[in-house]
């Protein structure tokens, strides 16, 4: 099985950047993707970002495209998700998932592991 834990997440000004992380630990396999989801009060749980481990390929969201990037690094089995031009609608709960295999879409059930999430709050 594969643990994965979110940090990062914190109160900031609109404009303003923050680098989320998330730790991968247990079992390992070869071909997998990992992704970055939100949740706001209200809403459902959302795709932000998609990135395929092996080749590095990404998918954004239109709404955070341009202003989100997502990377890994390999040694550390970590994913991040950078978050520049933040903006007061960003705020929510970001998830981290992952997927055993590296083509996948961006609906929650195609996610095999999950984080518990961290907070994340922009000020106007």
């Known amino acids: 099985q594969v643990q994965l834990v979110e940090s990062g997440g914190g109160l900031v000004q609109a404009g303003g950047s923050l680098r989320l992380s998330c730790a991968a630990s247990?079992?390992?396999?070869?071909?997998?993707?990992m992704a970055w989801f939100r949740q706001a009060p209200g809403k459902e749980r959302e795709f932000v970002a998609r990135?395929?481990?092996?080749?590095?390929?990404?998918s954004y969201a239109d709404s955070v495209k341009g202003r989100f990037t997502i990377s890994r690094d390999n040694a550390k089995n970590t994913v991040y998700l950078e978050m520049n031009s933040l903006k007061p609608e960003d705020t929510a709960i970001y998830y981290c998932?992952?997927?055993?295999?590296?083509?996948?879409?961006?609906?929650?059930?195609?996610?095999?592991?999950w984080g518990q999430g961290t907070q994340v709050t922009v000020s106007s």
């Open positions: 990135i395929r481990w092996s080749g590095g390929s990404t």
């Open positions: 998932a992952c997927a055993a295999k590296p083509i996948v879409g961006r609906a929650p059930y195609e996610y095999d592991y």
């Open positions: 247990g079992r390992t396999f070869s071909n997998y993707a």
